[in-house]
């Protein structure tokens, strides 16, 4: 199965900050990556589909790039309600697999 | 508009089954594939198989080696993920999903302890 591995694990940030997070597949997805945000008690939310497709309803702060192995998930002006975990997810191959997820906290 | 109506919080003893359903509204089961992802308790997100009405049941045998099966009722609309041989490790939230994985259901809480 395709490992799919993030980084960081967790981050600390300010508000207005600019945010990266990475996730690296163990082979090559193509664009068949995806990104989601999740908060506490909460069900995922898609944010950006097939590499860096945007969605319509999430904020435009998102944004993501990326294809083969290497992932980029950017928020930009990072505001408070982004506190949440964010994973990537490969549906490249069978089975389909999830990063193990980022953590960012708002300072 | 599609929604996922997930069934209630289980509580199931080792080596019972459980078999959770999600129900769909504002579309046809008939034409959408669902997918099932488990989430431990301060964990990270599992895919455990889906069901497509063309392709029939996809299991991640890897990780549930034969003890995952997923059915559906286009009659109800109603998709099923039955797991068998239930140990603490299944201990998790069951999330159905859209094909696309852009609409969830709400989860479910299924709890084994003895």
């Known amino acids: 199965e395709i490992v799919l591995t993030q980084s960081p694990d967790f981050q600390s940030v300010t508000p207005k900050e600019k945010v990266t997070i990475t996730c690296r597949a163990s082979?090559?997805?193509?664009?068949?990556l995806h990104w989601y945000q999740q908060k506490p008690d909460q069900s995922p939310k898609v944010l950006i589909k097939?590499?860096?497709q945007s969605i319509s309803r999430v904020p435009s702060r998102f944004s993501a790039s990326g294809s083969g192995t290497d992932f980029t998930l950017t928020i930009n002006s990072l505001e408070a309600e982004d506190a949440a975990t964010y994973y990537c997810?490969?549906?490249?191959?069978?089975?389909?697999?999830f990063g193990q997820g980022t953590k960012l906290e708002i300072k | 508009q599609v929604q996922l109506v997930q069934s209630g919080a289980e509580v199931k003893k080792p080596g019972a089954s459980v078999k959770v359903s999600c129900k769909v509204s504002?579309?046809?089961?008939?034409?959408?594939?669902i997918h099932w992802v488990r989430q431990a308790p301060g964990k990270g997100l599992e895919w455990m198989g889906s069901?497509?009405?063309?392709?029939?049941?996809?299991i991640n045998t890897q990780k549930f080696q034969g003890r995952v099966t997923l059915t559906e009722d286009t009659s109800t609309d109603t998709a099923y993920m039955e797991l068998s041989s239930l140990r603490s490790e299944d201990t998790a939230v069951y999330y159905c999903?859209?094909?696309?994985?852009?609409?969830w259901g709400l989860g479910t809480m299924v709890t084994v302890s003895s």
């Open positions: 999903t859209t094909e696309a994985f852009d609409i």
């Open positions: 504002g579309y046809t089961l008939a034409e959408l594939a």
């Open positions: 069901f497509d009405p063309e392709d029939g049941e996809t």
């Open positions: 082979q090559s997805v193509g664009s068949s």
């Open positions: 097939y590499a860096s």
């Open positions: 997810h490969q549906s490249s191959s069978l089975p389909h697999t």
